[in-house]
């Protein structure tokens, strides 16, 4: 079973994905953490502006995943993928259609044996546009910023982050290849106003009764 978490920077993507497959039993696949190892690699020693580089590396790359955590070349490198200086470049190098086609392989190799509940940008559109179950979380700017000011893990200003939030909106809405869009069939879920715990409960309720014939986006 396949179960694609679509949405924008902020919305609380990645921990309902790592709770709601926690709850279930299946495997959590953060499609976001591949693109910011692959960036968290070329900062290491390359030109981030060298788009070639980039595509190297994305090709090149040893990315596994250990009790949750990304190891890239054999090294735990989970708490640094979400610096401000992976922040800066991750958007654009992750628009590199030959970027996204490496790690769409990689995410499409871990779903061909297992269970998994995966959350991205075009998980449910591009990647897994037959998932069992497709989710569209989506919050306020102002909300999404204040979530991440409060995680700690940026230098930058409230002001500054909200900034660097609708400059990547912009980005990822309007790529080439994989921009952000809701999926046709999806389940739009605003959590603006919900704990983490309530759009939880509201995903592991549709997964237990997912209707696969639907084809019509609804709002919860």
């Not at 994905?17 to 709850?23: E, H, I």
């Not at 204040?146 to 912009?170: A, C, F, M, P, V």
Request: with cysteine.
């Amino acid at each position: 079973m396949v179960v694609a978490i679509d949405g924008p920077a902020g919305t609380g993507k990645s921990t309902v994905a790592r709770l709601v497959a926690k709850r279930t039993g299946m495997f959590y696949l953060n499609s976001g953490s591949f693109y910011r190892a692959i960036t968290w690699r070329v900062l290491r020693g390359g030109d981030p502006e060298d788009s070639d580089a980039v595509m190297r590396v994305a090709r090149d790359i040893d990315i596994s995943i250990s009790e949750g955590r990304m190891v890239v070349d054999g090294r735990d490198v989970e708490h640094e993928l979400r610096s401000d200086s992976v922040d800066q470049w991750v958007a654009r190098h992750s628009a590199l259609p030959a970027v996204r086609e490496q790690v769409n392989k990689r995410l499409k190799m871990f779903a061909n044996t297992m269970d998994v509940v995966v959350e991205g940008r075009d998980m449910a559109t591009v990647v897994f546009p037959d998932a069992d179950l497709k989710i569209f979380l989506d919050a306020s700017i102002e909300t999404r910023a204040k979530r991440r000011y409060e995680q700690g893990t940026s230098e930058l200003s409230l002001h500054e982050i909200e900034q660097s939030i609708s400059r990547r909106d912009n980005i990822d809405k309007n790529k080439e290849y994989g921009r952000l869009r809701v999926a046709d069939g999806a389940l739009y879920l605003d959590t603006s106003h919900l704990t983490i715990e309530e759009v939880c409960d509201k995903v592991v309720a549709n997964i237990h009764g997912h209707d696969k014939t639907s084809g019509v986006t609804r709002q919860l």
